[in-house]
């Protein structure tokens, strides 16, 4: 098996535009919301424009249910009142890269948190406090709104340390 690459990264504080979702696909409603919005502002069209994922709330044992929220990197001269903007503080990340079909995604994301979290348990970092990521990237020329509905998933993996 091939170790995979990690590398460390440092977020500056940024604002973002957030999206949430909520239920037994939170995934699916945050990111409709975030398609619908994107595509009514050719939000893509911005350069340098960062897309994140994470659980919120976190699934529990004997709930379907759970929340996913997604963070798009606003660009300082974009002001934006039709969507919640939030401020981000940053922090240190491990970062591992992993990518594959959405009817795939339930084994290969895991797979890399599994990596992310074996690797801290061998180096010196320490598990850090601040949000876990999950960068959504464009690959092969697609930006991520013809990612997701090419039904591709090319994603960093961003695991807090400290």
Not at 36 to 46: A, G, I, Q
Not at 82 to 91: L, N, Q, Y
């Amino acid at each position: 098996m091939t170790e995979p690459k990690i590398r460390i990264v440092e977020h500056p504080s940024m604002k973002v535009i957030s999206f949430h979702g909520f239920g037994q696909g939170p995934e699916d409603i945050a990111i409709a919301a975030m398609l619908e919005w994107v595509e009514k502002h050719t939000f893509f069209e911005y350069k340098d424009v960062r897309c994140f994922g994470f659980n919120n709330p976190d699934p529990t044992p004997g709930s379907p249910n759970y929340g996913y929220e997604i963070w798009l990197t606003l660009p300082d001269q974009l002001e934006i009142s039709d969507a919640p903007v939030k401020t981000f503080s940053g922090g240190t990340y491990a970062v591992v890269h992993c990518e594959g079909s959405m009817a795939e995604a339930e084994e290969f994301i895991p797979s890399a948190w599994k990596s992310l979290m074996e690797w801290l348990e061998n180096n010196k970092y320490q598990l850090g406090q601040h949000q876990w990521l999950e960068e959504h990237l464009g690959a092969n020329g697609l930006l991520i709104p013809q990612m997701i509905k090419s039904g591709r998933l090319s994603l960093d993996l961003h695991l807090p340390i400290r």
